[in-house]
């Protein structure tokens, strides 16, 4: 099961720096959710505020915005490296947790910047494969201000 | 930057509808702001329900000052400088907590809740201990309905004549809670762009960009109808987007408020088929007795029907008082800004009504926000557009009258006029000028 979930979150990242965004919403389940809270103590949605907090429903507008040609904060596009790693995978079969490090760098129109976070997923298994019921990425500097992100972590 | 301008006459930056772009690329003229603008107004520091006990402190910051807001034990309260009158070392390092004195963490000198000094070490080696002095004070703090604003000059127009006509979007907000207070929650999102200040707070007043900015995020809304029918948060996020694609002249409905002291708000935002000008649904219903219970139905009905977006407090203050939110513009350097969004829960409301508050705001005014980053974008690509040369001047004439009054006067325009921008440079000549 581990080497599952590996190639899984191994496949989700690729599909990001692919930009191929459609395909990543794929992933979530219907009731899925996209977070990423500002406080590392975070238990809901609903204590603080978040930097994306996005029922699938939503995440699909996010993902039809990032394939429109008119969208000016990723003209020029964005290149990413989603480097994941320390891979822990914790569940039944069914319900699985998984743990991961991860380290983004992105150039985007003559900079470079990095970001890191722990992240966590919690897969359902569903007939057509593993798919996301939630994810939660934890940015190490969640406070901080930021500059417009648009890609996804 | 601005040949033979020294010293730096800004007054010469606004020429009629005209601005020099100096005023957004040259550190010369950020410098002179810092002197005249923001060590001289009322700027919002925190609200007192960050600070309900004795004890009680957060950091904080007054320009590009950082500063302690302290409640003292008799309840009043104080906003000193963080750093020691010793060696000047910053003192406090934990963004909040509670505190019975100051002390350094260098030399250990410790300080009272009001700034005084209380104890050095080896008091023996100086000639008189009475001599040495406490924290620096900031001159003046004040609060209004439990908004501190605090102001290096020791004089000045006080605070309420500082917020003018603008005090009534504090009055609303805090009218819209059933208890009569308001508390601040949720923590804060932090958004950073590089570029000037006053370009975030003259795009907050832009009915024209969202058309072409935002067309983004309201085409692919568009393409998700069933956004529209599907739980609270997502219905509310999709509204928000959507409300982006208004025409020309569905905005020219929307009325520009400009009011003496250069604030600004926009009236007339909410309406059918947009952003509801009132909700229904249950949780509303529920919120609506106990309002009606605290003001009677006359006047919670009139709190209520207050259909303002942004009211802009000049120079660096935004609030929208139907979503409990709050801006707070920081000029860090003439090209670099940071913007604090905060929330606030109207007590004595539902719980559900607070969760509405953040994720309304997650949506509209995170970095991550599928419209502020486009904002944010549009920012940088100004300051990077005004570092030419190839032309010296920057345009606002959009929608201008024949004997429009600005600055210290108040005024209506249509929804699509560049008159708040004018009306802000009125504001801002004004100040820069003496």
Same mark, same amino acid.
């Given at each position: 099961m581990s080497e599952e979930v590996e190639r899984f979150l191994?496949?989700?990242?690729?599909?990001?720096?692919?930009?191929? +965004?459609?395909?990543?919403?794929?992933? +979530?389940?219907?009731?899925? =959710?996209?977070?990423?809270? &500002?406080?590392?103590?975070? &238990?809901?949605?609903?204590?603080?505020?978040?930097?994306?907090?996005?029922?699938?429903?939503?995440?699909?507008?996010?993902?039809?915005r990032l394939e429109r040609p008119d969208m000016h904060v990723q003209s020029p596009p964005s290149r990413t490296v989603h480097h994941v790693s320390a891979i822990e995978v914790d569940g039944d079969g069914a319900d699985i947790t998984a743990r991961s490090a991860l380290i983004v760098s992105e150039w985007r129109a003559g900079e470079s910047r990095w970001f890191a976070a722990r992240v966590l997923h919690r897969l359902r298994r569903t007939p057509p494969g593993l798919r996301i019921a939630l994810k939660r990425v934890d940015l190490a500097d969640s406070e901080a201000p930021h500059?417009?992100?648009? =890609?996804?972590f | 930057m601005l040949q033979d301008a020294n010293p730096l006459?800004?007054?010469?930056?606004?020429r009629g509808e005209r601005v020099h772009r100096a005023a957004y690329v040259d550190p010369h003229v950020f410098a002179l702001e810092e002197e005249r603008i923001f060590r001289r107004v009322w700027l919002y520091v925190a609200h007192e329900s960050e600070v309900?006990?004795?004890?009680?402190?957060?950091?904080?910051?007054?320009?590009? *000052?950082?500063?302690?807001?302290?409640?003292?034990?008799?309840g009043t309260l104080s906003l000193l400088h963080n750093r020691c009158a010793h060696r000047g070392a910053r003192i406090v390092a934990e963004p909040r907590g509670n505190l019975r004195q100051l002390r350094c963490p260098y030399h250990a000198w410790t300080y009272r809740l009001d700034g005084s000094l209380l104890g050095v070490p080896l008091a023996e080696s100086y000639a008189s201990v009475a001599e040495l002095p406490g924290l620096a004070r900031v001159p003046r703090v004040a609060s209004y309905r439990g908004f501190v604003f605090g102001s290096h000059a020791a004089s000045g127009p006080g605070l309420a004549e500082f917020l003018g006509g603008l005090a009534s979007a504090f009055d609303n907000l805090v009218d819209r809670a059933p208890a009569g207070t308001v508390s601040r929650?949720?923590?804060?999102?932090?958004?950073?762009?590089?570029?000037?200040?006053?370009? !975030?707070?003259?795009?907050? $007043?832009?009915?024209?960009?969202?058309?072409?900015?935002?067309?983004?995020?309201?085409?692919?809304?568009?393409?998700?109808?069933?956004?529209?029918?599907?739980?609270?948060?997502?219905?509310?996020?999709?509204?928000?987007?959507l409300a982006n694609g208004m025409k020309a002249a569905q905005w020219n409905e929307v009325e520009l408020h400009t009011l003496a002291g250069g604030h600004v708000y926009m009236g007339g935002f909410y309406r059918q088929g947009v952003i509801a000008p009132e909700r229904h649904d249950p949780v509303f219903e529920r919120y609506r007795? $106990?309002?009606?219970?605290?003001?009677?139905?006359?006047?919670?009905?009139?709190?209520?029907?207050?259909?303002?977006?942004?009211?802009?407090?000049?120079?660096?203050?935004?609030?929208?008082?139907? !979503?409990?939110?709050?801006?707070?513009?920081?000029?860090?350097?003439?090209?670099?800004?940071v913007v604090e969004v905060q929330c606030f829960r109207l007590d004595g409301a539902p719980q559900e009504m607070h969760e509405?508050?953040?994720?309304?705001?997650?949506?509209?005014?995170?970095?991550?926000?599928?419209?502020?980053?486009?904002?944010?974008?549009?920012? *940088?690509?100004?300051?990077?557009?005004?570092?030419?040369?190839?032309?010296?001047?920057?345009?606002?004439?959009?929608?201008?009258?024949?004997?429009?009054?600005?600055g210290d006067a108040a005024a209506v325009a249509p929804g699509t006029s560049e008159l708040p921008v004018r009306h802000q440079y009125a504001a801002w000549q004004r100040w820069m000028s003496a």
């Open positions: 191994l496949q989700e990242a690729r599909l990001l720096d692919e930009r191929r +965004f459609s395909a990543w919403l794929e992933l +979530f389940a219907d009731d899925g =959710v996209y977070w990423l809270p &500002t406080r590392p103590d975070q &238990t809901s949605p609903h204590e603080a505020l978040s930097l994306i907090y996005e029922p699938r429903a939503l995440l699909a507008v996010r993902v039809a500059r417009a992100i648009a =890609v996804p | 006459d800004a007054t010469r930056l606004v309900p006990a004795a004890g009680d402190y957060v950091l904080t910051r007054l320009g590009p *000052e950082e500063v302690i807001l302290a409640r003292q034990e008799n929650f949720g923590g804060a999102l932090r958004l950073e762009y590089r570029g000037n200040w006053k370009m !975030f707070m003259e795009n907050a $007043v832009d009915l024209v960009h969202p058309g072409s900015v935002h067309k983004s995020s309201v085409e692919a809304a568009r393409a998700h109808p069933e956004t529209l029918t599907a739980d609270a948060i997502t219905q509310q996020g999709a509204q928000m987007f007795q $106990v309002l009606i219970a605290r003001h009677g139905a006359q006047k919670a009905a009139a709190v209520l029907a207050v259909d303002r977006f942004n009211n802009l407090v000049w120079p660096t203050l935004s609030i929208n008082a139907r !979503f409990g939110a709050m801006r707070i513009v920081r000029p860090l350097a003439v090209d670099r800004t509405l508050t953040l994720q309304f705001v997650n949506l509209a005014a995170s970095p991550a926000s599928l419209v502020a980053s486009d904002d944010l974008e549009i920012f *940088e690509r100004c300051q990077r557009g005004l570092a030419s040369r190839g032309e010296e001047w920057i345009d606002m004439r959009r929608g201008v009258l024949a004997g429009e009054r600005r």
